[in-house]
């Protein structure tokens, strides 16, 4: 076969493979299938590329054209630099304040979080990294991770689970009985759908416009594991 004919082949399947999760009735089942569906796509974008985190987000940064992709969560970010003892300066009052802009009780979109350009103006060389790791690809994988390695999703929010529109979003959760209330991110599971569409779309231009076969990047041999 060419190497357009492998990498019909090759999205082809997948896209058959996404209408089948979507049947699936638990929705962390689905999640948990988009994602590692997510992980084998950007394996035929980047074979070379080693450590997972590192080639799934370059995947996602390179062919998911995922708009909010480099949007940070202010939420994170301030909770990180509290776990590192960073609770006062300039970047944490950039991230409190936004926070503190959104009215409690409604549904916060990402086009209302922070920006990549805007908080990097706010912090030192030293807090880049809390920055970076707070940025949605990034906590996308940390998602992924909580979901394939302990089977449950991070935080406390709820997937609502109705037709809203299928990006992340904020929503207030009370806990009484403890006297608490946060502010939670959830990516729901329409997101999820959405997103491996547009990696799959992706994927087949970057494979196209580089001439390259997806099955490069995998072996096929009697052996499963090779030994050093």
Not at 18 to 29: G, S, V, Y
Not at 193 to 205: F, N
Request: aromatic content about 14%; hydrophobic content about 35%.
């Amino acid at each position: 076969m060419s190497v357009r004919d492998d990498i019909d082949q090759y999205v082809g399947y997948f896209r058959g493979q996404n209408k089948e999760i979507a049947a699936i009735a638990n929705p962390l089942f689905r999640k948990v299938l988009y994602l590692v569906e997510i992980d084998t796509l950007s394996r035929a974008a980047f074979p070379k590329l080693s450590g997972n985190r590192k080639r799934v987000v370059q995947f996602i940064d390179t062919c998911s054209l995922w708009k909010d992709k480099d949007r940070v969560s202010a939420v994170q970010l301030k909770l990180i630099l509290e776990k590192n003892g960073i609770i006062s300066g300039k970047l944490y009052g950039f991230a409190e304040r936004r926070i503190a802009s959104w009215p409690y009780g409604q549904i916060i979109r990402p086009y209302k979080d922070l920006f990549l350009e805007e908080v990097q103006q706010q912090s030192t060389q030293a807090e880049f990294k809390y920055v970076n790791n707070s940025r949605y690809a990034e906590l996308l994988y940390t998602y992924r991770s909580h979901l394939v390695h302990e089977f449950r999703e991070p935080g406390q929010g709820i997937d609502l689970g109705y037709d809203l529109p299928p990006t992340p979003y904020y929503i207030g959760m009370d806990r009484p009985c403890q006297g608490e209330s946060s502010m939670e991110l959830v990516f729901p599971v329409h997101f999820f759908r959405m997103l491996c569409e547009a990696c799959i779309d992706g994927l087949e231009s970057y494979l196209s416009s580089r001439d390259v076969s997806p099955y490069d990047a995998y072996e096929s041999e009697t052996m499963w594991k090779r030994f050093q």
